[in-house]
């Protein structure tokens, strides 16, 4: 997943909802831990801003 930093205004309801906690609040952006990330596109669903996008 991406986050497409220029449309995200910081509501953080990707941060709440995602299910392994692979998103955070890092130097004033929101970042995604790859790692983590199941690429299940909850995130992606609750984006106000359709700022989360699948790579
Ligand atoms: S795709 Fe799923 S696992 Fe990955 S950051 Fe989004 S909510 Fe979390
Ligand atoms: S849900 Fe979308 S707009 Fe809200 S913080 Fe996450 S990426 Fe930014």
Redesign the pocket.
Known sequence: ?EIISEKCNKCLE?IE???????SENNNLIV??KE?????????SVCPRNA?EFE
């Open positions: 997943m990707c909802v995602c299910p392994v906690h692979a998103i995604i831990d983590i990330c199941l690429s299940c596109g909850c995130c992606a989360i």
